[in-house]
């Protein structure tokens, strides 16, 4: 069994383990970043559409392009990189990571560990719906790996279930590879995804969307025949008499992400209405040298996001790895009207803080608070997309006199 001593040990190779190791690196850390997968990059090599970069680079790239741009930085910083390794086990009280990989067992002991550990998609076996698992039922991701890496179309007549970003993608996707794209089905009155995917994904390709719909029941045995689609109501339950039976050979979920924090469930905090990892404003969790940054905290929108949650991660825990700081206390951001996932859910006195919010729903206009110290006025914000505020030095500090913080977004008709 090998062993190895580093300052900072980042675990995920995807944007947000690329960005943190980086930045750590860049900070004069040893930095160790491991993945499961032969190189790094993530899903990123598989989204082959434009729309990555822009905020972090000011250019629209294809997900290789942004990845690439990822690994040149990371490759620059003399951070050490590990392929094809498994995390197995991460020991609290020794500050150890036990891994596995084709060349045997490495034992990790790390100053610092980032949790960069991204997502996994939600199962259509979480879904409930009534039916046999035939063949042809396949979840965005799936679907996209084998259209983009495999060259290998999944059906000829296909239904997506669910708007996120990449069932919206993949329905464009379909289409352009001859693909007859029945309908994007979507339970909730608005979609999902961005709304520039559902103009360039959907409307530009004349695809329709259904709102306010379901699948209710799955048709086939070996393969998949059809499915049952219902409207549904407010709360989500199908209305009787509404069904209606679609011939498909071809079922695409996109009905959600789940952070993925086994490694370190038990001992880590999660956030509820987030559903990842509770961090402060340093990305740290409520262990001093364990931070977390990128879709195991909460689903974001874009990539850019992800990655400059990286390198905040990667920047403190750097700086604590190597006695630069010391964990100072946090004051809880409180949720308040219309406000959903809060990205960190903490905040650390005199520490310039990005804060990340998602409403619940449609707001055309509105005002966001924060604690009766900040006040923002925004215009057309939705679910699907992310709201950015960046908070001053100055202004965490006079956020942090109290003890706790209440955010809220006030719509202008209420």
């Not at 850390?29 to 190189?39: C, T, Y």
């Not at 608070?369 to 030095?393: D, H, K, N, Q």
Request: hydrophobic share 45%.
């Amino acid at each position: 069994m090998k062993r190895e001593n580093v300052d900072v040990l980042v675990l995920g190779g995807g944007a947000a383990g690329l960005a943190a190791a980086t930045q750590a690196a860049d900070q004069g850390a040893r930095v160790a970043l491991l993945d499961r997968e032969p190189a790094p990059g993530g899903v990123l090599d598989q989204c082959i559409h434009h729309g990555f970069g822009l905020h972090r680079y000011r250019e629209e790239l294809t997900g290789p392009e942004f990845a690439h741009r990822l690994f040149t930085e990371f490759d620059r910083s003399g951070a050490q990189f590990f392929g094809d390794r498994y995390a197995s086990a991460l020991q609290s009280c020794t500050r150890t990571v036990v891994t596995l990989g084709s060349d045997g067992r490495i034992v990790f002991k790390a100053g610092a560990v980032v949790l960069a550990t991204g997502a996994r998609e939600r199962p259509f076996g979480a879904l409930l719906v009534p039916g046999f698992r035939p063949s042809g039922i396949l979840t965005a991701g799936v679907a996209q790996r084998m259209v983009n890496i495999d060259g290998v179309l999944p059906g000829r007549r296909a239904i997506v279930l669910g708007s996120g970003d990449i069932g919206l993608i993949m329905a464009r996707r379909l289409h352009l590879e001859g693909v007859e794209v029945v309908a994007v089905i979507e339970q909730r009155p608005f979609p999902g995804g961005l709304l520039r995917n559902v103009v360039q994904c959907l409307e530009d390709f004349e695809i329709p969307l259904l709102l306010e719909h379901t699948v209710s029941r799955i048709h086939g045995f070996a393969r998949l025949e059809g499915v049952t689609t219902q409207e549904v109501d407010s709360r989500g339950t199908p209305v009787p008499g509404t069904e209606q039976f679609v011939e498909a050979d071809t079922l695409v979920l996109s009905v959600g992400l789940i952070p993925d924090n086994e490694l370190v469930a038990g001992f880590v905090t999660i956030d509820d209405a987030n559903g990842g990892l509770r961090v402060d404003s340093q990305m740290r969790t409520r262990i001093d040298w364990l931070f977390a940054a990128g879709n195991n905290v909460v689903i974001f929108d874009l990539a850019d996001w992800v990655a400059q949650a990286g390198e905040i991660a990667g920047h403190h825990a750097a700086a604590y790895a190597l006695g630069a700081t010391h964990p100072k206390p946090s004051i809880p951001l409180v949720r308040g009207e219309h406000l959903l996932h809060m990205v960190p859910s903490a905040l650390v006195p005199d520490i310039p803080t990005r804060l990340f919010l998602r409403v619940d729903k449609p707001i055309p206009k509105g005002d966001l608070l924060i604690g009766g110290v900040v006040s923002r006025a925004l215009v057309g914000v939705r679910p699907s997309e992310m709201v950015e505020v960046m908070l001053t030095a100055e202004q965490v500090s006079a956020l942090c006199e109290r003890e706790k913080i209440l955010v809220e977004m006030v719509p202008s008709n209420e």
